[in-house]
C-alpha cells in the first residue's frame, strides 16, 4: 500500500538512505564537518545537522575536536565511533590460521597466529576450537570477547560447494570438509561466519586498493604453492554452480597430467596435474633445482620457460573471459617480478585472442586477509548502519 512505512520514497527510508551516505563518507574520507558533509551530500545544512544528530543518539558518530585555520568560529569534526562494531578477518593455510580483529573503521585492534603442527590434526571439532583459538587471541589483544563481533570471513583454498556446505578443491586442509562446519564455527566464535575462496578475497583486495581499482572485468591469478584465479566481471564474482569458479590449478594443459578424482578430489592429500604442476611455487623450484624461488626466477632459461607455461594457461582463461585486465599475484608473481610479467605479456603477443592488460600486483601484506577484512566490514556496515528500524 502506498505510503505505509518502510516503503520505498517514505520518509523513514529517505533518513536511512540519507543517513548511510554520511556514514560512508566519513568511512571514506576520516573526520569531516558538518559543512564538508552538506557538501559531499547535496544535502542542506538543517537536513545534515539532523542527521548527525540521529547518528551521534544512535552511538555511531562522534565528535572529534574541531577544524581550526579558516576564518570564523572552529567547526566541529565528526567522525564513525570506532567501537559501534567489531570484525574478524582469517586466513586458513596449509601453515596455520591468522586471524586480524578491526573496529567498524578498519583499524587492526588484534592480531594473532596459530601454528601448522595444530591445524594439520584431523580431528572432530579440532578446526572450530582452533579457529576460535586464533579470534580468541585476537581478540584479547584487542580488550574484546567474543560478544563484540558483528562479522567473522574466513579465507581458504578451494570453494564452500553451495549445495552441500561442503569445502571442495582443498585436499591439504585436513578438518576442514564436514558439512556441518560453519554451523560448527558460528557456534565457537557466537556471530555469523561466511568462509570464502582465498583468491577470491585477494580479488577484493585489489579492487579495493590494488591494480584493479578502476576496473570491472578483471582475472586475479593467483601463482603460489597453489594455483588458482578469482573472475570478476561487470564487478562480481563469479562462483560457478559448486562455487569451483576459477579452480585453473586443475585445468588441463598440453605437458601436464591430468587433474583426476572427480568429486572425491577432496579427499585426496595431493590432486596432482593440470596447471599447478607446471607453475605452481614447487614445479618453479624443481625446474631450477633450488628452493629459492627469487633465485630459480633470476635465470633467464627458467624465467622464460615459466612466462610460457603461464602465458599458455593464461591464453585459454582469456578465450573464455576476455577480461580487460590480468593480475598477476602470488610467491611465483611477486618473485618474478616485472621481468616475468613482460615476459609473460610477450608471449601472449600475436594470438588471435584479446589482449588485456598485465599487471603484477603491489598490495603489501597478506592479501587473503585484507580482502576478507574488507568482506568482513561491508557485512557489519550493512548491518550496523542501517537506521531504517531506528
Not at 568560529?73 to 580483529?101: C, F, K, M, Q
Not at 578491526?102 to 576450537?129: L, S
Not at 564487478?235 to 594443459?253: S, V
Not at 593480475?327 to 610479467?341: K, W
Amino acid at each position: 500500500m502506498a505510503g505505509t512505512a518502510g516503503s520505498p520514497g517514505t520518509p523513514s527510508v529517505l533518513r536511512a538512505m540519507n543517513d548511510r551516505a554520511a556514514l560512508d563518507l566519513l568511512v571514506a574520507h576520516g573526520p569531516l564537518t558538518r559543512t564538508r558533509i552538506g557538501e559531499l551530500t547535496g544535502l542542506s545544512k538543517p537536513t545534515t545537522s539532523q542527521i548527525l544528530g540521529r547518528l551521534e543518539a544512535a552511538g555511531l558518530v562522534r565528535t572529534t575536536g574541531s577544524q581550526t585555520g579558516r576564518p570564523g568560529p572552529n567547526a566541529l569534526l565528526y567522525e564513525v565511533r570506532p567501537d559501534s562494531a567489531h570484525v574478524a578477518a582469517l586466513s586458513a593455510d596449509p601453515t596455520g590460521i591468522t586471524a586480524v580483529v578491526a573496529d567498524i573503521t578498519g583499524a587492526e585492534r588484534g592480531r594473532c597466529r596459530i601454528e601448522a603442527d595444530a591445524v594439520a590434526e584431523d580431528v572432530r571439532h579440532r578446526t572450530a576450537q582452533l579457529v576460535a583459538e586464533a579470534t580468541g587471541g585476537a581478540l584479547r589483544q584487542a580488550g574484546l570477547g567474543p560478544d563484540d563481533l558483528t562479522a567473522t570471513v574466513i579465507g581458504t583454498p578451494g570453494a564452500i560447494d553451495p549445495r552441500t556446505g561442503r569445502l571442495r578443491y582443498a585436499p591439504h586442509l585436513p578438518g576442514w570438509h564436514s558439512r556441518a562446519l560453519r554451523t560448527e564455527l558460528a557456534e565457537v566464535l557466537g556471530t555469523p561466519v561466511s568462509i570464502e575462496n582465498d583468491v577470491n578475497l585477494a580479488a577484493i583486495a585489489e579492487q579495493y586498493q590494488g591494480a584493479a581499482q578502476d576496473h570491472d572485468d578483471f582475472v586475479l591469478a593467483y601463482v603460489d604453492e597453489g594455483v588458482g584465479a578469482a573472475i570478476v566481471l561487470g564487478g562480481t564474482l563469479l562462483r560457478g554452480a559448486t562455487g569451483g569458479a576459477g579452480e585453473i590449478g586443475y585445468m588441463p594443459l598440453p605437458g601436464a597430467p591430468l587433474a583426476r578424482g572427480g568429486a572425491d578430489v577432496i579427499a585426496r592429500e595431493d590432486a596432482g596435474g593440470g596447471f599447478q604442476s607446471l607453475v605452481a611455487a614447487s614445479a618453479v623450484r624443481r625446474l631450477a633445482g633450488t628452493e629459492d624461488l627469487a633465485e630459480a626466477l633470476a635465470d633467464a632459461t627458467v624465467l622464460d620457460e615459466v612466462a610460457r607455461r603461464l602465458a599458455t594457461g593464461l591464453a585459454a582463461v582469456v578465450a573464455v573471459v576476455d577480461p580487460e585486465l590480468v593480475v598477476l599475484s602470488g610467491q611465483v608473481a611477486q618473485a618474478g617480478g616485472e621481468a616475468l610479467r613482460a615476459r609473460v605479456e610477450e608471449e601472449l603477443t600475436g594470438l588471435a585472442l584479446p589482449r588485456p592488460l598485465l599487471r603484477i600486483s603491489d598490495l603489501e601484506g597478506d592479501p587473503i586477509l585484507t580482502g576478507a577484512l574488507r568482506t568482513a566490514l561491508t557485512q557489519a556496515r550493512d548491518t550496523v548502519f542501517d537506521t531504517s528500524n531506528a
